[in-house]
């Protein structure tokens, strides 16, 4: 327990005082918000945004998956892999920790991100605003959980920029469309179908399991 | 019925593909590796 | 490791192999030509006895990688190696075979419904499974990644299953794996075909295994020989 907040704390306030990821994330994510109006505008005549949740998870993910990149790719900068490897703990908190750290700064992006989306796409988020912030919690927590594992994987691949969406993208079909059809539901009708929240929590309950029992595995001995 | 054709063509065709790199890459393999030295009989 | 001396696998898989292929094609070939789809409907003997054999690699690729984990033994990874090659080779048969029988029978090449999807998708992960272990450097460190990586992608097939069920809608494949919808006289041609797909399986696994066991060989010669000639 005391290993996952020494790891949190020391990612948060490296992130605190670099902020580089955070600072390329958001751009990312705005840039990528600007495209996706040009490149599929809301139809006024037909007066939905039908599309509009899947395309802010297009977002999310992206930026996600740019941040996680990241994530181990510091470690590893700092020759500090093999120091998290040779800590005497149960490695399962070093995840935890890590993945947290993710989580919690992907949450920043979501909420700069969803503010693009909502100028861009002329959204009414306010009266949605809390249950959407839950909804994109439980997404981050569902792409963070597995992308931390692949991000240390991907990490010691000789091209990991490719890599690690390469890994990711096709294990996170669960979450997105768990995510995509709750954000969808509070679009349209103001609340989350049960089917997808329960989707949601059954995949980032899976998606944590997994990990945290995997990333035994990826650090170097 | 061309397209019946076509599913068993590609699918015994492709496996037939497969078959046969395997065989050259092992015939390869073996061969580098009794060229390598000590004698290593099939 | 000399575990390149499977010949009498080798030679029994292709026996059997050759004996199940003959019978496959002789009950094919006079197989009743279906009412409603015409002669199309044959696409199906050859169609889903693939998909077995892709997900028989699969899992057999989950199993190696647990091994590996378990034991350590190279021979493990190379297993679950060999079975996701195979494996994806199936699935490239699968989603070209399937295409095909859906353009002559639904009139259109593909359609999200749930399997194809979840096919696709299972065939993205292997993919990547693949790639990995290309690209990682240092084969232990390669082995330990890709035996994470395909545990994974098979412990997840179901929660994919159940989230594309969510997503997908109803499903245009037959409700039961073929059995139940195949008219008289198309049974036997279907089994045939699937044990001849998971016999066919096997003996280009046994190849495969042989290949990399010689590959693994050559490599340590060659380390072997780079010590030699340093010192």
């Given at each position: 327990m005391n290993v996952l907040l020494a790891i949190l704390g020391k990612d948060l306030l490296i992130e605190w005082r670099r902020r580089d990821r955070l600072v390329a994330m958001s751009v990312f994510a705005v840039l990528v918000v600007l495209i996706l109006y040009f490149a599929a505008p809301p139809n006024r005549a037909e007066g939905g945004h039908a599309h509009v949740p899947g395309l802010l998870w297009v977002a999310y993910v992206f930026a996600t998956v740019l941040g996680l990149g990241r994530s181990f790719a510091l470690e590893l900068e700092n020759e500090a892999m093999s120091g998290l490897a040779l800590a005497p703990a149960d490695r399962g908190w070093i995840f935890l920790g890590k993945a947290l750290a993710n989580v919690l700064i992907v949450m920043v992006v979501q909420l700069l991100t969803a503010f693009a989306f909502a100028l861009a796409f002329d959204l009414d988020l306010w009266p949605i605003a809390p249950a959407l912030a839950g909804v994109s919690v439980l997404g981050a927590i569902g792409l963070c959980s597995l992308g931390t594992l692949f991000s240390a994987m991907a990490v010691r691949t000789t091209n990991r920029e490719v890599m690690l969406p390469l890994l990711m993208l096709p294990l996170m079909i669960p979450v997105l469309l768990g995510a995509v059809r709750a954000t969808q539901g509070l679009f349209e009708d103001g609340a989350v179908p049960a089917s997808a929240l329960q989707l949601l929590l059954v995949t980032d309950g899976v998606f944590l399991i997994v990990s945290f029992l995997g990333f035994e595995y990826v650090l170097d001995d | 019925m061309s397209y019946v054709i076509a599913a068993y063509g590609l699918t015994v065709g492709l496996l037939?593909?497969?078959?046969?790199?395997?065989?050259?890459?092992?015939?390869?393999?073996?061969?580098?590796?009794?060229?390598g030295g000590e004698s290593n009989p099939g | 490791m000399t575990d390149h001396t499977s010949s009498p696998w080798h030679r029994a898989t292709a026996g059997l192999l050759?004996?199940?292929?003959?019978?496959?094609?002789?009950?094919?070939?006079?197989?009743?030509?279906?009412?409603v789809q015409g002669v199309v409907q044959k696409?199906?003997?050859?169609?889903?006895?693939?998909?077995?054999?892709?997900?028989?690699?699969?899992v057999l690729t989950g199993v190696g990688g647990a091994l590996y984990l378990w034991r350590g033994d190279a021979r493990y990874d190379r297993f679950a190696a060999s079975s996701a090659e195979v494996?994806?080779?199936?699935?490239?048969?699968?989603?070209?075979?399937?295409?095909?029988?859906?353009?002559?029978?639904?009139?259109?090449?593909?359609?999200?419904?749930?399997?194809?999807?979840?096919?696709?998708?299972?065939?993205?992960?292997?993919?990547?499974?693949?790639?990995?272990?290309?690209?990682?450097?240092?084969?232990e460190r390669a082995a330990r990644f890709a035996a994470v990586y395909g545990i994974i992608?098979?412990?997840?097939i179901p929660l994919n299953y159940f989230a594309i069920d969510l997503a997908a809608g109803r499903s245009i494949h037959p409700e039961?794996?073929?059995?139940?919808?195949?008219?008289?006289?198309?049974?036997?041609?279907?089994?045939?075909?699937?044990?001849?797909?998971?016999?066919?399986?096997?003996?280009?696994l046994v190849r495969r295994l042989e290949v990399g066991g010689l590959r693994a060989e050559a490599a340590h010669r060659e380390a072997h020989d780079a010590l030699g000639a340093e010192g």
């Open positions: - | 037939l593909l497969y078959a046969v790199s395997l065989r050259r890459e092992r015939a390869r393999l073996r061969e580098q590796l009794s060229r | 050759f004996v199940l292929a003959a019978l496959w094609i002789y009950l094919v070939w006079n197989a009743p030509i279906d009412r696409i199906l003997y050859v169609h889903p006895p693939t998909a077995f054999a892709m997900y028989l690699g699969f494996g994806v080779l199936f699935a490239v048969l699968m989603l070209l075979s399937g295409p095909i029988w859906a353009k002559g029978t639904w009139g259109k090449w593909w359609s999200w419904d749930l399997r194809l999807t979840l096919t696709l998708v299972q065939f993205m992960v292997y993919v990547a499974y693949l790639l990995l272990r290309s690209f990682t450097e240092g084969s992608g098979v412990v997840l039961n794996l073929g059995d139940g919808s195949l008219g008289e006289g198309m049974r036997a041609p279907f089994w045939a075909g699937v044990v001849t797909s998971l016999t066919a399986f096997a003996y280009l």
